[in-house]
């Protein structure tokens, strides 16, 4: 299956362009400038080619969110998924990309691709969590590609194929950008921040479940235990 939708929203969250593509639904909240991102059917199933592009005008804000997981599933042949994701975020525009966990089955081959393009004075906070496999089963493979620039500079471009052995052991990988937040960079037990020489920080945190993931990525890190900066 191949798939494109669009969203493209102006000052105060105004959606301007709204246009779904099964399995990709987007539901606006009215009177508020959120959008929901609706799986509307069995996906990303192995062979899937899914795309979703927002376009952010200036000033505008958006919060995108996903309000159920993503569970990637193998094709009847093999064949890789891929979900692409595409932000292109004008003067003054602050999105927020919150999508809900994927869950990387058996023998799923999955790539997650999230590029955003940010004018000088845009911001952006987006979010990725990976779960390897459904409770006992053995996942599958992950590739999960990040390339951000803002006014065409280099921010963060950063690729990595998921598996057990990167995650020493546990389940969940979960990774936040946010171009606004600012800070030393930190560490702990399962979690470090690091500060992008271009601005922002990147959370990265690994966990049991996703529950726990979250928590490392939202807590102060006073309350995430002992860690040292630098």
Not at 25 to 42: D, E, K, M, Q, Y
């Given at each position: 299956?191949?798939a494109?939708a669009?969203?493209?929203?102006e000052r ?6 709204l246009r779904?593509?099964p399995?990709l639904?987007?539901?606006?909240v009215r009177g508020?400038p959120?959008v929901?991102?609706v799986n509307?059917?069995?996906?990303p199933l192995g062979?899937?080619d899914?795309t979703?592009t927002?376009?952010?005008?200036p000033?505008a804000?958006?919060?995108?969110t996903?309000?159920a ?13 891929r979900?692409t994701?595409r932000?292109?975020?004008s ?5 927020e990309?919150?999508?809900?966990p ?5 023998r799923?081959?999955h790539e997650?691709v999230?590029v ?6 845009a ?5 990725e969590?990976?779960?390897l496999?459904r409770?006992?089963e053995r996942?599958?493979?992950l590739?999960?590609t ?5 006014d065409?500079?280099p921010?963060?471009?950063q690729?990595?194929?998921?598996t057990p052995e ?5 389940r969940?990988?979960a990774?936040?950008l946010s171009?606004?937040a600012?800070g030393?960079?930190v560490s ?12 922002g ?9 996703a ?9 102060p890190p006073?309350t995430?235990g002992?860690?040292?900066?630098r």
């Amino acid at each position: 299956m191949k798939a494109e939708a669009l969203l493209a929203v102006e000052r105060a969250g105004v959606v301007r362009t709204l246009r779904s593509a099964p399995p990709l639904t987007l539901i606006p909240v009215r009177g508020r400038p959120v959008v929901h991102l609706v799986n509307s059917a069995a996906s990303p199933l192995g062979g899937d080619d899914l795309t979703l592009t927002v376009l952010a005008g200036p000033h505008a804000n958006l919060t995108l969110t996903g309000i159920a997981a993503s569970v990637a599933l193998p094709g009847p042949h093999g064949e890789r998924s891929r979900f692409t994701v595409r932000l292109e975020l004008s003067e003054g525009a602050v999105v927020e990309y919150l999508p809900e966990p994927t869950v990387i089955t058996s023998r799923a081959r999955h790539e997650s691709v999230l590029v955003a393009g940010l004018a000088a004075g845009a911001h952006l906070r987006t979010r990725e969590t990976i779960v390897l496999g459904r409770d006992g089963e053995r996942p599958g493979e992950l590739t999960s590609t990040l390339h951000v620039t803002r006014d065409r500079h280099p921010v963060l471009r950063q690729t990595l194929t998921v598996t057990p052995e990167v995650l020493l052991g546990k389940r969940v990988l979960a990774t936040e950008l946010s171009t606004v937040a600012d800070g030393e960079t930190v560490s702990g037990e399962w979690w470090s921040r690091t500060r992008l020489a271009a601005g922002g920080t990147l959370t990265t945190a690994l966990a049991d479940d996703a529950v726990t993931a979250a928590r490392l990525l939202t807590a102060p890190p006073a309350t995430r235990g002992t860690g040292y900066g630098r």
